[in-house]
C-alpha cells in the first residue's frame, strides 16, 4: 500500500468518488484517509509514537510525520523531548515548540493496510450519519414519501432517499401490510441521534398525519384561512377533525370536504378508508361537544370546567349513537374537546332530578319541621341546604307563593338554630378527636372542616399549615396519560384551588413561617416579568 507518483491522483479520485456516492463532503474522506494511514504507520513503526498522516489535496502527495514536544520534565520519552536535547534540532528551542521528524516512505503491508481500511470505512459512515442527522433533524412534523426496504418483525424499514426510516408496527393503521418495494407516505414523528446512529421514526396513526394530509389536499388550510384546531383519531376506523375559517365567506366543513367528498375522499383512501367528521370549531365548549357528538342529538349540557367534565342529557333513543360503537363516539369527542365525557338519557337526568328533589326536600322537612308541600315549594324555588335559607335575603323568601313574612322568618330562625346545634355537635366531636385550640382560633374554616381535619390526623395550626393546597381542595393528576382524581380533605365542602391556597399562606404567616413582604415582594417581581414579557 505505498502510494506512489502513479496513484497520488488517483487517491484523490477515490476520495471524491466516495463522498458523491455517500453524499458527504470530499474533505471529510481525506481526513479518514489521512486517520487511517496514520494508524497504520503506528502498527509498523510503534503505537506509542504520536504520527500524523497528511495529503495534498491539489497533487495527492501523501506526508508522514512524527512529532514530540518540547517539555520541562519528560513522561513520555517517545512523544516529549528535554529543551536541552531539543537544541539538535531546533536552533533556540522553547517549552511548548513542536519537533516534526518527516518519515521515510513505506509499504504499510496487508495488516495495516485492511486496518487502514476499517478506519475510512469506519469514519465515513460517522460522516454518513452526521449527514443524515443534519438533514432530518429540522423535518420533524413533516410528511415524507419513501420505499419499502424491508420489513422486520412487523416493524416497516423505509427508504427516505438519503437515510433509513422505521415505521413500526405500532405506528401503522390497521390491516396495513406493506412489501418490499411498495411505496409508503408516513409522518415524521421523532428524529433521535443515538449511539448506533441517527434514527428516524415515522407514524402514519399519529393525529397530527392527518392533518398534514388535509393541509396538503386543501389550500385555505396552506395558506392559514381555515385551521385545524383539534384532530382525535381511532386509526384506521374513524376520526374527527374540528376546523374554523377565518373568512366569513368560506365553509371551512365545505372546504375540507371539497367538490363531491374529494377532497376528505383523498384523504380517505391514503387511511385505508377510515371514516372522518369534519366538525365546525366553537371556543364555547359545550357547543364543540354538541357538533362533536354528531350525528347524536343533545338536548343539555352542563360544563364543569374546574373538573374539566361534561354532562351530557340525549334522547332515550339517542343514546347507543351518541356512545357509537363500543364507545368510540364519545371517546373521539373527548379527545377533541379535551373534557371527561358522561352521557344520560333524558329519563336518567328525570330520575336523578327527582332523586335530588326528593332528598331536599327530606332534610327540610327533617330539619326545619315544616310539611312536605313547604318543603317541596323550598327546593322548587332552587333551596338546597339550610345555610341558603338560614342567611338568605328575606325578600328571596317571600316571592315564594304563600309565604308572608312571618313565615319566612320563622323558616330562617328554624334553619339557624338547626345550624347552630350541627355546629356544635361538630366542634364537640373535633375536641374529642384531639383538635386543639389553636387551629379552632383560626378564621375561615367550619365546625365541620375541623371533624374532617382531626379524622385525618390534622389537629393542631402547625399540621395544617404544612399541608398542600390540592390535599385541601383536591385536584386531577396525570397517571399513564390518564387524568385521575385525587380527593381533598375538605372537598365536600366546595372548597376552591384558589380558597386552599390564601388558608394555607394565612396560617404560615400566623405562625412566623412566612414573611407578607417577601410575598408582596414576589408579586411586583412576577407583575414586572410579565409586564418586559409583553412587550418584548
Known amino acids: 500500500m505505498s502510494i506512489t507518483s502513479a496513484n497520488r491522483l488517483e487517491l484523490l479520485q477515490i476520495a471524491d ?20 494511514m496514520a494508524k497504520a504507520a503506528k502498527s509498523r513503526y510503534g503505537a506509542e509514537l504520536d504520527i500524523h498522516a497528511s495529503i495534498d489535496r491539489k497533487t495527492g ?119 418490499s418495494g ?39 388550510i396552506y395558506d392559514g384561512i381555515i385551521e385545524i384546531k383539534a384532530v382525535a383519531r381511532d386509526p384506521g376506523s374513524r376520526a374527527k377533525i374540528g376546523v374554523i375559517s377565518y373568512d366569513n365567506s368560506i365553509d371551512p366543513v365545505g372546504a375540507c370536504v371539497g367538490m363531491r367528498g374529494s377532497r376528505v375522499q383523498a384523504v380517505v383512501n391514503e387511511l385505508g378508508g377510515e371514516k372522518i367528521d369534519i366538525i365546525p370549531w366553537n371556543d364555547d365548549a359545550p357547543t364543540f361537544l354538541v357538533n362533536a357528538l354528531q350525528p347524536a342529538e343533545v338536548t343539555k349540557v352542563v360544563l364543569d370546567e374546574d ?32 373534557f371527561d365525557i358522561d352521557i344520560m338519557t333524558e329519563a336518567e337526568e328525570s330520575e336523578r332530578r327527582q332523586a335530588e328533589f326528593a332528598e331536599r326536600s327530606k332534610l327540610f322537612m327533617d330539619e326545619l319541621d315544616v310539611d312536605e308541600m313547604v318543603a317541596q315549594l323550598l327546593v322548587s324555588e332552587g333551596f338546597a341546604s339550610l345555610e341558603e335559607v338560614a342567611y338568605v335575603e328575606l325578600d328571596e323568601l317571600l316571592v315564594i307563593d304563600g309565604f308572608d313574612e312571618e313565615t319566612a322568618k320563622e323558616l330562617q330562625t328554624r334553619a339557624q338554630e338547626c345550624i347552630e346545634k350541627i355546629h356544635a355537635a361538630a366542634i364537640e366531636k373535633a375536641r374529642a378527636l384531639g383538635v386543639e385550640q389553636s387551629l379552632f382560633d383560626f378564621e375561615g374554616l367550619t365546625p365541620e372542616m375541623f371533624v374532617a381535619l382531626g379524622e385525618d390526623g390534622i389537629k393542631t395550626l402547625d399540621e395544617f399549615a404544612t399541608c398542600a393546597d390540592w ?23 366546595d372548597m376552591s384551588l384558589e380558597e386552599a391556597q390564601n388558608l394555607v399562606m394565612t396560617a404560615r404567616i400566623q405562625l412566623g413561617w412566612v414573611d407578607p413582604a417577601d410575598l408582596v415582594k414576589d408579586e411586583e417581581e412576577e407583575t414586572e416579568a410579565v409586564e418586559e414579557g409583553a412587550e418584548v
Open 17 to 36: 468518488a466516495v463522498a458523491r456516492e455517500k453524499m458527504i463532503e470530499p474533505h471529510l474522506v481525506i481526513e479518514a484517509m489521512e486517520e487511517s
Open 61 to 179: 502527495e501523501l506526508t508522514m510525520t512524527r512529532q514530540r514536544y518540547v517539555v520541562e520534565e519528560v513522561e513520555n520519552h517517545f512523544t516529549e523531548m528535554l529543551v536541552e536535547d531539543a537544541r539538535a534540532h531546533l536552533d533556540s528551542p522553547a517549552v511548548g515548540d513542536v519537533i516534526v521528524d518527516e518519515l521515510p516512505p513505506m509499504d504499510f503491508g496487508r495488516i495495516a493496510a485492511q486496518s487502514a481500511k476499517q478506519v475510512i470505512l469506519q469514519k465515513v459512515r460517522e460522516a454518513e450519519r452526521a449527514r443524515q442527522y443534519e438533514e432530518f433533524k429540522d423535518r420533524e412534523g413533516e410528511i415524507i414519501n419513501g420505499l419499502v426496504k424491508r420489513v422486520e418483525y412487523g416493524n416497516v424499514i423505509v427508504d427516505v432517499g438519503r437515510g433509513e426510516a422505521i415505521l413500526r408496527r405500532d405506528q401503522l393503521v390497521n390491516r396495513e401490510g406493506f412489501r
Open 182 to 220: 411498495d411505496r409508503v407516505r408516513a409522518y415524521i414523528r421523532e428524529v433521535r441521534e443515538e449511539v448506533r446512529g441517527p434514527q428516524i421514526f415515522l407514524s402514519r396513526t399519529a393525529p397530527e398525519f392527518m392533518a398534514e394530509l388535509f393541509k396538503m389536499e386543501v389550500p385555505e
Open 307 to 338: 373538573a374539566e367534565r361534561i354532562e351530557v342529557v340525549v334522547p332515550d333513543d339517542q343514546l347507543s349513537l351518541a356512545i357509537g360503537r363500543r364507545g368510540q363516539n364519545v371517546r373521539l369527542a373527548s379527545q377533541l374537546t379535551g
Open 471 to 493: 390535599e385541601l381542595a383536591g385536584g386531577y393528576t396525570t397517571v399513564d396519560g390518564e387524568r385521575v382524581k385525587d380527593d381533598g380533605l375538605l372537598e365536600p365542602f
